[in-house]
Structure formats: structure tokens, C-alpha cells
């Protein structure tokens, strides 16, 4: 079955927004913190934004902080990201991931430490 369904990409223009949300069917979610990568073409994935398992805790990439805002509905299994003032260069195959946790501890960037992952959903923007 799948764990991790993404929706909310698109195409827009600079300076529009898209909503991203992904599902979760892992259980209980709020044992996981959740987290946004994000991908294109010949660049290897990077960290967008993370949530700790309560929401207490988020970071961000530096080029997304003030735009991008990551937040999560433990009753509807969901994690959402909002995405704001885009520009071209946030073009990029977005991907939800989701780390098990023990603790409601800090989030963590690095992506080899995530344990599952969705497929992604494709964000474009046109100049």
C-alpha cells in the first residue's frame, strides 16, 4: 500500500502560490516528523522544510524562509506546504518524507536519514 500520497503541484507564474499536501497512512502519524525535499533536473535532492512531530519545531531551507511555510493536521494525517512568492527557481519534483521518531525531538535536514517517502508531485514555475 502506499504510505506517503503528495497532491497540490502545478504550474504557476513567479511570484504565485501552490499548496502542497500529503497523506499519510503511516500510524500513528504523530509519531513522525515530516519533512519536504524537493528535486530538479541534474541536481541532487535537497531539504525544503521540516516539522517535528507536535509542530513545536520547524526549519527551512535558507532560500525558502519567509515563502514557504510547512505545517501539519495530526487529525487528518496530513502535512501540508504552503509555497509563496515563487519564483523559477523553486521549479522542482517536491517529495513528502517521514521519519519515525521516539521523541517529540528536533527535525533534522538530511535526507538518508528519512525513513519513507512519497512519489512527488512536480511544481512548475514560468517567468
Known amino acids: 500500500q502506499v504510505q506517503l500520497v503528495e497532491s497540490g503541484g502545478g504550474l504557476v507564474q513567479t511570484g504565485g502560490s501552490l499548496r502542497l499536501s500529503c497523506v499519510v497512512s503511516?500510524?500513528?502519524?504523530?509519531?513522525?516528523?515530516m519533512g519536504w525535499f524537493r528535486q530538479s533536473p541534474g541536481k541532487e535532492r535537497e531539504f525544503v522544510a521540516a516539522?517535528?512531530?507536535?509542530?513545536?519545531?520547524?526549519d527551512y531551507l535558507d532560500s525558502v524562509k519567509g515563502r514557504f511555510i510547512i505545517s501539519r493536521d495530526n487529525a487528518k494525517n496530513t502535512v501540508y506546504l504552503q509555497l509563496n512568492s515563487l519564483k523559477p527557481e523553486d521549479t522542482a519534483v517536491y517529495y513528502c518524507a517521514a521519519e519515525l521518531k521516539w521523541s517529540d525531538s528536533l527535525v533534522v535536514t538530511q535526507k538518508e536519514l528519512y525513513d519513507y517517502w512519497g512519489q512527488g508531485t512536480q511544481v512548475t514555475v514560468s517567468s
Open positions: 516539522i517535528s512531530r507536535s509542530g513545536g519545531d520547524t
Open positions: 503511516l500510524r500513528p502519524f504523530s509519531s513522525f516528523a
